[in-house]
């Protein structure tokens, strides 16, 4: 089982096995303004019994990415979940990984530049119906995983296998 995250105060998420159609979701954090610790005592909160329920032998999430003129409260949040994901994962006995925000776009669109609306056109190729740009982007995480992780199966995963038998 895989469990992809988009990390973000919306974090879009992907679970699944290499060999079955994944779940895509997406999860909402308090807003807490400048209060990081509370911000990652959410996210903490929301993932433990995430990762119990799913049950992954992999979390694999997004690199926190810092585009243009950031707030630093921002930039500690993003880069925060990062280091909590990875703090359960261990706790957990799970493998954690993550990958470039330029190979997710790249796995799912062709183009490691693609904008938020040609993920979402792309997820739907696959025969899925992202509600956010957030679950589009789990999804190429997860099938980033899938690809690297387990290329026996990633035949599966080109678009036109996808999308008929979805």
Request: one cysteine or more.
């Amino acid at each position: 089982m895989i469990l992809a995250l988009d990390l973000a105060t919306q974090t879009g998420t992907c679970v699944g096995t290499p060999d079955a159609r994944p779940v895509l979701d997406h999860f909402r954090l308090p807003s807490t303004g400048t209060d990081v610790g509370r911000f990652l005592s959410a996210w903490e909160d929301w993932l433990r019994p995430r990762v119990r329920e799913v049950g992954p032998g992999l979390i694999v999430f997004e690199a926190p990415i810092l585009a243009g003129q950031t707030q630093i409260a921002t930039t500690r949040k993003l880069q925060g979940m990062a280091g909590v994901t990875e703090m359960v994962a261990h706790r957990a006995g799970i493998e954690c990984a993550e990958v470039a925000t330029s190979q997710v776009k790249k796995a799912l669109t062709g183009s490691g530049k693609a904008d938020k609306a040609q993920m979402i056109a792309a997820a739907k190729a696959y025969g899925f119906d992202p509600k956010t740009s957030d679950e589009a982007d789990a999804f190429g995480i997860w099938l980033c995983a899938v690809r690297l992780r387990h290329p026996s199966h990633a035949w599966r995963w080109e678009p036109l296998t996808a999308a008929r038998t979805a």
